[in-house]
């Protein structure tokens, strides 16, 4: 049976803690569109700071639609539902409440969020399965 994506995140606040800056219910935080990378020096700084920016990427769905517009952003705040879904409306141009869940029940988009914590790598993948996010292994 899949992992809920709400059950990994409220297992992750356990693990690490209620002040961990990557894991919460609060739909708050700072987006980022358009993020420059320097050859490798944003790696580097990340590694060195712990920064509490999360990479997120929208792929492309499995019925082989691409986001509209960029699909790599910076976010400042908690990887839950709210961001993952928040994020497919970003990249697929979503306008609608309507338009969106018609798009997320036939389209089924995946989420990749990344980020680095003490200096450790770290890496979700989640998928909408036409009712909940799923954690994918």
């Known amino acids: ?3 809920l994506l709400r059950d990994f995140v409220n297992n992750m606040i356990e693990e690490w803690g209620q002040d961990n800056p990557f894991y919460g219910l609060r739909p ?5 569109e358009q993020w ?5 020096l ?4 990340n590694v060195v700071r712990n920064s509490k920016w999360v990479t997120v990427t929208v792929m492309p769905t499995q ?3 691409h986001p509209e ?3 790599v952003y910076k976010w400042k705040g908690y990887i839950n539902e709210y961001i993952a879904e928040t994020s497919v ?4 141009e979503l306008l609608t409440q309507m338009e969106a869940k018609k798009f997320m029940i036939q389209n089924k988009p995946m989420v990749k969020f990344s ?7 770290y890496e979700l993948v989640v998928q909408f399965d036409g009712y909940n996010w799923v954690v994918m292994d």
């Open 42 to 45: 944003e790696i580097f700084y």
């Open 89 to 92: 409306w970003w990249a697929f």
């Open 28 to 32: 708050d935080g700072q987006l980022v």
């Open 63 to 65: 019925t082989g639609i």
């Open 115 to 121: 980020f680095i914590r003490l200096g450790h790598p």
């Open 36 to 40: 420059t990378h320097l050859d490798g």
């Open 1 to 3: 049976m899949p992992k």
């Open 69 to 71: 517009k960029e699909s």
